[in-house]
T-cell receptor, first 116, second 111 residues
Framework: EAGVAQSPRYKIIEKRQSVAFWCNPI?????LYWYQQILGQGPKLLIQFQNNGVVDDSQLPKDRFSAERLKGVDSTLKIQPAKLEDSAVYLC??????????????FGNGTRLTVT | GDSVTQMEGPVTLSEEAFLTINCTYT??????LFWYVQYPGEGLQLLLK?????DKGSNKGFEATYRKETTSFHLEKGSVQVSDSAVYFC??????????FGSGTKLNVKP
């Protein structure tokens, strides 16, 4: 099966500019996640979608970050305006819908964002 | 709150040495536990999982046992190879498949 696709792989922008990331999950996966991974740290959840509804966005900095999942498939994550501390790898993951909590996440290769 | 704590790295071993990476968790419910591995420039890949107490997950020579009494899920391998060099993440999942990750442990295996 095709994996989780993300683009672009790399992005360099100046602070206060805007940027958008795209993710296409594995076909049939109802749940989609965006994680932020700062160098040397573990992934931190930004937002979790179930189909096209938001399950958890409690750690999403809503003053500058936004995300949507069109028609319950593809998703975009946007940052506007970017700050230096947003420099990180942005990982998209997907999983099958599970009534419990044992459906593994499948990750894309991520987008490495550098804000100068 | 729910969280995962794992030993800091880097861990440096010679090829064929025994590996242990410690992981403990805090959870309010009954989590599932996972180990993920990340190679340079790539996303995280599932290594193994355990869904209830006393379950043992295993894959590619790696093993971890879900210990509820010690809230631990330590990763072990009897004989590491150079190709095992990577960053390893312990994670728990609760409720609606919400995942929490540890900070990662970098493993360097020398020939």
């Amino acid at each position: 099966e095709a994996g989780v696709a993300q683009s672009p792989r790399y992005k360099i922008i100046e602070k206060r500019q805007s940027v958008a990331f795209w993710c296409n999950p594995i076909s049939g996966h109802a749940t989609l996640y965006w994680y932020q991974q700062i160098l040397g740290q573990g992934p931190k959840l930004l937002i979790q979608f179930q189909n096209n509804g938001v399950v958890d966005d409690s750690q999403l900095p809503k003053d500058r970050f936004s995300a949507e999942r069109l028609k319950g498939v593809d998703s975009t994550l946007k940052i506007q305006p970017a700050k230096l501390e947003d420099s990180a790898v942005y990982l998209c993951a997907s999983s099958l819908r599970s009534p419990g909590n044992n459906s593994p996440l499948h990750f894309g290769n991520g987008t490495r964002l550098t804000v100068t | 709150g729910d969280s995962v704590t794992q030993m800091e790295g880097p861990v440096t071993l010679s090829e064929e040495a025994f590996l242990t990476i410690n992981c403990t968790y805090t959870a309010t419910g009954y989590p599932s536990l996972f180990w993920y591995v990340q190679y340079p420039g790539e996303g995280l890949q599932l290594l193994l999982k355990a869904t209830k107490a006393d379950d043992k997950g295993s894959n590619k020579g790696f093993e971890a046992t879900y210990r509820k009494e010690t809230t631990s899920f330590h990763l072990e391998k009897g004989s590491v190879q150079v190709s095992d060099s990577a960053v390893y993440f312990c994670a728990l999942a609760i409720d609606f498949n919400k995942f929490y990750f540890g900070s990662g442990t970098k493993l360097n295996v020398k020939p």
